[in-house]
């Protein structure tokens, strides 16, 4: 496992009158190599998660490990850490401090003091990456860009660091449909291009359904389901008393039990939901006699 969350509490503004609890025991395990969606309504705890998966922010109690390791215990070097596991906020603009695109993506390699030459080679391939020509972009002012691109830049500059694994938080918000599916396709070439582990939060299943290995689903700090986004959907009536947004395929599928109650919703689909209502509407053979319109109506 890349990380495992064990029991972890969390509160927010502790020891005053505003404290919230934002993680109530809270346990899962990130796969390495694989894409994760942390699923839930607002004020779930993704957030929150994320920025505690970084060791951003301390436990109260329980613990979070890399690869078996506490990142709070030494000999862990928590600022290592976040060299090898990039985060992407959800408003862009909080991770873009420079003024030109070349510049903010080579923040990370100079950090790293890598040599001119390996650091350009960075820049370009990340920019490349997420669909930024460098030679036309690099010089480009942040401020002139569009919200997409500025998403794209702030992702170009985890890349260039080189990391093993990427968290997203809320990555399509925002986002038109066109930009959301572009945005998903990019995180699905990045894991099979660049095999990285990646975390993403949603507050909806519609995006994720058809990109994560393996859906958590969030509830008040705590993990209430957890699974293959198949067996995840197979619990619809859940999710909807949760908030959460469901795929379309999976909406259709819940309206129509009231058709059929025994009709499965966990399909990703339509075919899926074609063959699951085939075994629910009458068959016609070839040899039968077909009703012609006007018979069927009367
Ligand atoms: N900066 C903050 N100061 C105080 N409390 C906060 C802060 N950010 C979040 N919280 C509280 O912590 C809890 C968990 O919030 P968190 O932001 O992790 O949830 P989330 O699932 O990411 O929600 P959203 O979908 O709205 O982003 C909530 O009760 C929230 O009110
Ligand atoms: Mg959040």
């Not at 949603?202 to 994560?212: K, N, P, R």
């Not at 469901?246 to 499965?264: C, D, K, Q, V």
Request: proline letters at 6%; a neutral charge; charged letters at 25%.
């Amino acid at each position: 496992m890349l990380f495992e969350v064990k029991d972890v509490f969390y509160t927010r503004m502790r020891g005053t009158p505003f404290a919230v609890e934002a993680l109530r025991g809270c346990s899962l395990a990130i796969p390495e190599g694989e894409i994760t969606a942390i699923v839930g309504p607002t004020q779930a705890g993704k957030s929150t998660l994320l920025l505690m998966l970084l060791g951003l922010l301390r436990p109260s109690r329980g613990t979070v490990l890399f690869r078996g390791q506490d990142i709070h215990q030494a000999p862990f070097d928590v600022e290592r850490l976040r060299l090898r596991v990039g985060i992407v906020f959800q408003s862009p603009e909080a991770q873009l401090f420079e003024e030109t695109v070349g510049k903010d993506v080579s923040f990370g390699p100079r950090r790293k003091k890598l040599p001119a030459a390996q650091s350009r080679r960075l820049v370009q391939e990340a920019l490349e990456a997420v669909g930024l020509p460098y030679e036309e972009f690099r010089t480009r002012y942040i401020s002139s860009l569009s919200g997409g691109q500025k998403r794209r830049v702030a992702i170009a500059g985890v890349l260039a660091l080189e990391p093993e694994a990427i968290l997203f938080d809320e990555p399509t918000a925002g986002l038109d449909p066109q930009g959301r599916q572009e945005l998903l396709a990019l995180i699905r070439r990045l894991k099979a291009e660049r095999r990285l582990t990646i975390v993403l939060t949603s507050s909806s299943l519609a995006d994720v359904a058809a990109l994560a290995d393996q859906v958590i689903v969030l509830h008040e700090g705590r993990v209430v389901l957890n699974g293959s986004p198949r067996e995840v959907l197979a619990r619809a009536e859940e999710l909807l008393a949760l908030d959460i947004t469901l795929p379309e395929i999976t909406r259709i599928a819940l309206g129509l039990r009231s058709l059929w109650p025994a009709l499965r919703c966990d399909v990703l689909t339509l075919a899926e939901l074609e063959e699951e209502l085939a075994r629910f509407l009458p068959r016609t053979t070839s040899q039968e006699p077909q009703p012609s319109f006007p018979d069927a109506c009367q």
